[in-house]
């Protein structure tokens, strides 16, 4: 049974900061993985998405890195902004549908 | 392109009544996902429509939960009688094909009284 962790779970940092989230999966059969992003009230947004071909995805400040075999993925948000504050999500897809996600990662960036 | 719309955005209810919230998926969208967050848990895989077939509903809690989509466009999930555990968010999600990325909808928060 695929199981997805998120660490840390809340995290808070000045300004300016370079930041990692981490995800870790059990089951290395995935289809792709994505990050979203959720905040307050709102849905979820699509960050990156990386198919189980790839290692890793790049948009503006984020880079995801994936490693199937270790079943880790890492978020990596480059000085970050207090806009950046949000619950980050992982999520993998074990099959061609539907979605497993982590518990997620609170952000707090301090101004 | 408009994207997935849920209603209502919030839905406060009686233990015992009746809930039913609404997804309308992005145009053109076959595949339709209900997914839900309670409490301090992961968002987890309700169910799976393609146009109006159930493709998969392994997620669904019990039979007090129904999902419907007649005519393969929008779909309704109906909570009857709703419980004090049922209180979340109700996320839609939508996609073209079925190995597609998944567009989601704001939500439903449902409050079980």
């Known amino acids: 049974k695929q199981e997805v962790t998120q660490i840390p779970a809340a995290l808070s940092v000045p300004e300016g900061e370079n930041l990692v989230l981490n995800c870790s999966f059990t089951d290395s059969a995935i289809y792709n993985l994505q990050w979203f992003r959720q905040d307050p009230g709102k849905g979820l947004t699509s960050l990156l998405l990386i198919q189980s071909s790839q290692r890793e995805q790049t948009s503006g400040r984020l880079n995801a890195s994936l490693d199937k075999s270790s079943g880790r993925s890492t978020l990596y948000i480059a000085a970050s902004q207090p806009g950046d504050s949000a619950t980050y999500l992982c999520a993998v897809r074990p099959g061609t549908y539907k979605y497993i996600f982590g518990t997620g990662t609170r952000l707090k960036v301090l101004a | 392109e408009a994207g997935v719309t849920q209603f209502p955005s919030h839905s406060v209810i009686e233990k015992g009544q009746t809930v039913t919230l609404r997804c309308d998926p992005i145009s053109g969208h076959d595949n339709l996902y209900w997914y839900r967050r309670v409490m301090g848990k992961e968002i987890k895989f309700l169910l799976h429509f393609v146009k109006e077939s159930k493709q998969d509903e392994s997620g669904m809690p019990n039979n007090r939960f129904l999902a419907e989509r007649t005519g393969g466009t929008y779909s309704t999930l109906k909570v009857q009688p709703a419980e004090l555990e049922d209180s979340g968010v109700y996320f839609c999600?939508?996609?073209?094909?079925?190995?597609?990325?998944?567009?989601f909808g704001p939500g439903t928060r449902l409050t079980v009284l």
């Open positions: 999600a939508s996609s073209r094909a079925n190995d597609d990325e998944q567009f």
